[in-house]
């Protein structure tokens, strides 16, 4: 088995915002809300100012409190890791949003249903890398098998200075920054 995650180099990411547009094209989310979302951080005053990019969507913990609180069981975690939500069990009860440290799931108002970021495994069924990896024009977003030595996201994750989005909440996510500057802001 396979264990998936996605990295973002905060030194890459110019906030461009076509990774929001990837996703929402592929996926066909619709227009009132966002499976991926970016932000943009400010820290100092001038002429002293930094900014960083910061990217909001399901982080497919291995620890998803999500899933522990689905009255239906609808919130599960399928044979390659990625946290997953059959629509068809779900009944829109927002249990599964609360209990999200990250934010990271809505209401789909098509369907009244849970929806959330799925780091488009029909994609990575079909060997491909997941939309917004894809469409990032800096190569700011790496994907790949957490589990294999010689994949693309192990190199960065070792070649670089990581940190894990509110690692306090104890979730295990697999979701990383690289290159992070803003140590004190709470991603």
Do not use: W
Request: aromatic letters at 8%; charged letters at 30%.
């Amino acid at each position: 088995m396979s264990r998936y995650g996605l990295a973002v180099d905060l030194k890459k990411c110019v906030g461009c915002k076509a990774c929001v547009v990837g996703c929402k094209a592929e996926n066909e989310v619709p227009e009132s809300v966002f499976r991926l979302t970016t932000h943009e951080i400010e820290k100092g005053s001038f002429p002293h100012v930094e900014t960083e990019f910061r990217h909001d969507q399901c982080r497919h913990c291995e620890n998803a409190p999500c899933i522990s609180v689905c009255p239906t069981k609808a919130s599960y975690k399928d044979e390659k890791g990625f946290v997953r939500i059959d629509f068809s069990k779900c009944i829109g009860c927002k249990a599964c949003m609360v209990a999200c440290p990250y934010d990271a799931r809505f209401i789909n108002p098509e369907g009244g249903y849970a929806d959330k970021c799925t780091y488009c495994i029909h994609r990575v069924n079909e060997g491909k890398d997941p939309a917004c990896v894809n469409t990032c024009p800096t190569g700011a977003r790496i994907f790949g098998d957490l589990d294999d030595p010689n994949s693309d996201i192990r190199g960065e994750l070792r070649g670089n200075q990581v940190a894990v989005p509110q690692e306090e909440a104890g979730t295990d996510p697999k979701f990383f920054y690289l290159n992070k500057k803003l140590a004190e802001v709470n991603v």
